[in-house]
């Protein structure tokens, strides 16, 4: 991530570029000139590219031939796209994740939510941001499916800017709390409040990014409720 030891270059220049997009640094439709950028990190032109090629081929940025390359936007038909695609992809991620996952994914999983409530308390929306992403991978690994860890790899990074949009404008409060439910249905194999669970916490995450659109909607049970009610 930003802000650590990096071994190569061009990985000092994906994770800056990385957190200036994700952060709104650079905002949607931002070009991103190679010269400003190589000041800007201080790396040569070939980490820079490689760097911005990665990031395209994730979606964060638009690169035609010939062209500068800039951010990529968001509209709210995209969003739709976006979270009808989670809902299909991560739900049935997390039920093979109830019958596949070892021990010691769990504890990854489990690991993962105390560096969230760490990173929360801290008040690190960006660190935030990609600890959810690791927590969402984390359970799609655990399915031993190669095609859906790359779906939902891919689908998440769309997420990533929105995530932290939605930290900065409405908190925190809660995400964990969902990730949670998860983790230990996931460890009772409670498929039913998996499914329950997996589900509102797609609903919720849309529901934040629809306000923040101007489209409110319902909002789900929080977490906590349903997590007191099952223990």
Wanted: hydrophobic residues 40%.
């Amino acid at each position: 991530m930003a802000g650590q030891n990096y071994t190569t270059k061009t990985e000092q220049a994906y994770w800056n570029l990385r957190k200036a997009i994700v952060t709104g640094e650079f905002g949607e439709l931002s070009p991103l000139d190679e010269t400003v950028l190589m000041e800007r990190i201080d790396v040569g032109r070939t980490p820079i590219r490689e760097a911005i090629k990665r990031l395209s081929s994730e979606e964060f940025v638009v690169w035609h031939p010939h062209r500068t390359p800039h951010v990529r936007s968001t509209s709210i038909d995209d969003l739709a796209a976006l979270y009808e695609a989670r809902q299909i992809f991560e739900v049935k991620a997390a039920l093979m994740a109830a019958e596949r996952a070892t021990a010691a994914d769990l504890d990854a999983m489990e690991k993962l939510c105390d560096q969230l409530d760490k990173a929360i308390r801290a008040n690190d929306p960006y660190q935030v941001a990609e600890l959810d992403y690791d927590f969402h991978l984390a359970i799609a690994e655990a399915s031993y499916n190669r095609f859906l860890v790359e779906a939902i790899r891919f689908l998440n990074f769309g997420s990533l800017r929105l995530w932290y949009r939605s930290y900065i404008r409405i908190g925190t409060e809660s995400i964990n709390d969902h990730h949670r439910l998860q983790v230990d249905a996931i460890r009772r194999g409670d498929v039913e409040l998996l499914e329950r669970s997996t589900v509102d916490h797609i609903e919720f995450s849309h529901d934040r990014q629809l306000k923040i659109f101007g489209f409110p909607r319902g909002t789900p049970e929080p977490a906590g409720a349903l997590l007191a009610a099952n223990r």
